[in-house]
T-cell receptor, first 116, second 109 residues
Framework: DGGITQSPKYLFRKEGQNVTLSCEQN?????MYWYRQDPGQGLRLIYYSQIVNDFQKGDIAEGYSVSREKKESFPLTVTSAQKNPTAFYLC???????????????FGDGTRLSIL | EDQVTQSPEALRLQEGESSSLNCSYT??????LFWYRQDPGKGPEFLFTLYSAGEEKEKERLKATLTKKESFLHITAPKPEDSATYLC??????????FGKGTKLSVKP
């Protein structure tokens, strides 16, 4: 079954701690994305990557970091610099590279991060 | 600035009572308008892509339409299992998706 797997489903962070959220896809998609979802707000883009070893900041990148060492994987680290990390984090992928028409993004089932 | 506004924020329907959800947008160089369904605690599930004014897509009880300024998601004879939050997003020439805040649909039996 092709899809996007996010883990863990729930994560708790202590003060001053960095935590890493996992995202793996087996859809053979070039592009991958991280969004943050807060109650009553639309999804906001944190980082995106269109190709291995390359990524760009989205609208709210401060306090977050990413890597893209493999096509299938795009982990997100929430650093201690992110002062309000409690949110629902969603990873997505799409076959965007080289297309002129917008391609749909397909999402994982999210990781809910809370502060201890 | 690219922008997406969805209305209403919440909609309560009786089973079988048809209605429409609205997505108004402003975007530079529309590359696509996307509809998603999101259940509580889950990621958004892709429903439709629309590319140009006049285009329509259908899937079971759902039909999406597009004009130059807005899109509608029509729900015909809804069932309780259609209850979810419906998200609209646009992709413009700058490439990234801009999401609306969603419409939360509740269908009572």
């Amino acid at each position: 079954d092709g899809g996007i797997t996010q883990s863990p489903k729930y994560l708790f962070r202590k003060e001053g701690q960095n935590v890493t959220l996992s995202c793996e896809q087996n859809l053979n998609h070039d592009a991958m994305y991280w969004y943050r979802q807060d109650p009553g707000q639309g999804l906001r883009l944190i980082y995106y990557s269109q190709i291995v070893n390359d990524f760009q900041k989205g609208d709210i990148a401060e306090g977050y970091s990413v890597s893209r060492e493999k096509k299938e994987s795009f982990p997100l680290t929430v650093t201690s610099a992110q002062k309000n990390p409690t949110a629902f984090y969603l990873c997505a992928s799409s076959s965007e590279l080289g297309t002129t028409r917008g391609q749909p993004q397909h999402f994982g089932d999210g990781t809910r991060l809370s502060i201890l | 600035e690219d922008q997406v506004t969805q209305s209403p924020e919440a909609l309560r329907l009786q089973e079988g009572e048809s209605s429409s959800l609205n997505c108004s947008y402003t975007v530079s160089g529309l590359r696509g308008l996307f509809w998603y369904r999101q259940d509580p605690g889950k990621g958004p599930e892709f429903l439709f892509t629309l590319y140009s004014a006049g285009e329509e897509k259908e899937k079971e009880r759902l039909k999406a339409t597009l004009t130059k300024k807005e899109s509608f998601l029509h729900i015909t004879a809804p069932k309780p299992e259609d209850s979810a939050t419906y998200l609209c997003a646009v992709q413009g020439s700058q490439g990234n998706l801009i999401f609306g805040k969603g419409t939360k649909l509740s269908v009572k039996p």
